[in-house]
């Protein structure tokens, strides 16, 4: 009985593909993309496509505002209200 289950793992073992955990070869590796240069990046305002340059002058212009940008007191209340029922989930374990 043993020797049959020892033989079957074996066959398995030899018939099974090797080196089927590794990522296809067209894949880059995380170490790769790590060190890449972004050359491409999204708008903070309304999310459109901006090269580097465009996005270091956008970035500049946030920088350079007097005031910082305002939120709608409704929007304002309705963060509060969660803050507040997220404290309050907190504190009572309900």
Not at 32 to 59: F, K
Request: net charge negative; with cysteine.
């Amino acid at each position: 009985m043993i020797a049959k289950v020892l033989a079957c793992l074996a066959l398995g073992l030899w018939v099974a593909p090797r080196a089927v955990s590794l990522p296809p070869p067209e894949d880059l590796p995380e170490e790769v993309l790590r060190t890449e240069i972004v050359t491409e990046a999204r708008s903070p305002e309304d999310g459109s496509v901006l090269t580097a340059a465009e996005y270091a002058e956008v970035q500049a212009e946030i920088a350079e505002r007097e005031f910082p940008p305002t939120v709608n007191a409704d929007l304002q209340h309705t963060i509060f209200l969660l803050r507040v029922l997220k404290l309050f989930n907190a504190v009572t374990p309900l």
